[in-house]
């Protein structure tokens, strides 16, 4: 369904966000007719904070808690449409009461794309690495001479590129709240890498897996690019092609798959290119970018540190050459600005540098932190909204390193218990009451020459209303202590 068909058509709305404040504005402006029905099935909003943050003043507001679950679904079913925030989880129970009465789902990003076609869009996918990649990829573009434009996760909603010439090139940023009942695909599609995440929303970590994946084999998807250094990934590429030219393989495969606990499966049309292969773009040697074997950019020459941001320079670069891009290196980095919370610097004194990278929120996220930082002595702050992470593998990278962990609530307690385990001293894994606690521990503890560095392998949401907030109370907090003035 496209947005450009909405107009005069019943459209029920279910939440909120930046997302749904751009398909109001437009819908606004460009489809006046469209009769709004707005939904809350959680907390009852006041009907004219709704019709206002909706644009639409003659909306009905239907919720739970005036009108009552079945009325809410009946006013629902009547739409042509859903229109829902990517918040929402697709896989809730009322969703799919709607979905098996024939009301169409979509989100606004849905709406832009069936738009679009999905032509000359690169859409960016996976647990960690998709907002780096994206914005890799716009700068490339631009560097290469085309108009480009990055919207999605990062950058604008898409649906504000309604307004305005259309770009060369647009970088779509999709979360797996996104793709889960997607129906048009990019031209190319990436996907990063897969870890467990996100199980509250999607249910299971196979539910999540399988609705990240589903990017690659949506119609209009000419090219899916996959991380070959992914070991699940990279078995369900060699699998996938490998049932290409051998029927029984593929029989193999799908009897295999049905029977695993967690083997991702690709549904694609097209036949995955690699990138994190000698083949083609690959980490090189010394941690710079090679292809085909040959390096043609140093790790100096990066603007990011970290072979696993190397690696999300292979696959923008992948990603572009799918779309006729070949930007020039090392040339074309020149001016990019990394991301905020991403292994960034916040503060440097007397050799100790502290390193806000709040943005990780995994376990394999913090390992390639930890790894980022060759040669230093690291001290580790970690710990954040508990969601049943296994920190077995970080524990033991911790001791390998000999690095030094605080951890702070609410899974500080379990990453202490994860690095004793692996054989960290006790005086070098200790927890910490809070956040302000722990900086003053690391100040206390790090030596000379040593990396403070903020990276929670896990979520923010049991402290801090999102991970930029706790970044920023980090960057605060460490300024303060090597001002001398605590906070």
């Not at 279910?14 to 007719?33: H, K, T, V, Y």
């Not at 779509?172 to 467990?196: C, K, M, W």
């Not at 500080?412 to 722990?438: F, K, M, P």
Request: hydrophobic share 45%.
């Amino acid at each position: 369904m496209r947005f450009s068909e909405l107009d005069g058509a019943a459209v029920g709305v279910w939440g909120a966000g930046r997302e749904i404040r751009s398909f109001a504005d437009q819908l606004a402006r460009r489809l006046p007719n469209a009769r709004i029905v707005a939904a809350a099935f959680d907390e009852p909003p006041a009907q004219e904070d709704v019709r206002a943050a909706l644009r639409a003043p003659r909306a009905r507001v239907v919720s739970v808690a005036g009108d009552g679950r079945d009325a809410v679904l009946a006013a629902l079913t009547a739409c042509d449409v859903l229109v829902r925030s990517p918040g929402v989880s697709v896989h809730r129970p009322e969703l799919r009461a709607l979905r098996e009465a024939g009301t169409p789902v979509r989100t606004p990003t849905s709406l832009w794309l069936a738009e679009r076609g999905g032509e000359g869009v690169l859409g960016v996918t996976g647990t960690k690495g998709k907002s780096t990649t994206a914005a890799l990829a716009q700068h490339l573009a631009r560097a290469a001479g085309r108009t480009a434009a990055l919207a999605g996760n990062i950058g604008v909603p898409a649906l504000d590129l309604l307004d305005g010439e259309r770009p060369q090139v647009t970088v779509l940023e999709l979360s797996s709240y996104h793709i889960a009942d997607l129906d048009t695909g990019p031209q190319v599609a990436l996907v990063t890498n897969l870890f467990r995440e996100h199980t509250d929303w999607h249910g299971s970590e196979r539910a999540y897996r399988a609705d990240k994946l589903r990017l690659l084999g949506l119609p209009g998807v000419r090219s899916a690019v996959i991380n070959a250094r992914d070991p699940g990934l990279a078995a369900a590429a060699d699998r996938d092609i490998a049932a290409r030219h051998d029927p029984a393989a593929r029989r193999e495969r799908r009897r295999r798959a049905a029977g695993a606990a967690c083997e991702d499966r690709l549904d694609v049309t097209v036949e995955p290119v690699l990138y994190g292969v000698r083949e083609g773009w690959d980490v090189g040697e010394g941690g710079g970018v090679a292809r085909g074997g040959e390096q043609v950019a140093s790790a100096a020459d990066l603007p990011l540190r970290g072979e696993h941001n190397a690696l999300n320079l292979c696959g923008a670069l992948t990603a572009l050459e799918a779309l006729g891009v070949r930007p020039k290196l090392p040339e074309a980095l020149h001016g990019f600005q990394p991301l905020a919370h991403r292994l960034q610097p916040v503060s440097e004194r007397d050799g100790l540098l502290w390193v806000n990278d709040s943005i990780s929120t995994t376990p394999e996220s913090t390992l390639a932190a930890l790894l980022s930082f060759p040669g230093r002595e690291v001290v580790l702050i970690a710990g954040g909204q508990d969601r049943g992470q296994d920190y077995g593998a970080l524990g033991r990278a911790l001791a390998r390193a000999d690095a030094t962990l605080i951890g702070v609530p609410s899974t500080g307690a379990r990453l202490v218990a994860a690095a004793r385990d692996a054989g960290v001293a006790r005086s070098r894994a200790t927890a910490a009451a809070d956040l302000a606690q722990a900086v003053q521990l690391a100040h206390a503890l790090a030596p000379a020459g040593a990396v403070v560095l903020l990276s929670p392998a896990a979520p923010s949401f049991d402290n801090y209303r999102d991970f930029e907030e706790r970044g920023e109370r980090f960057r605060a907090l460490a300024e303060a202590c090597e001002a001398g003035s605590p906070e």
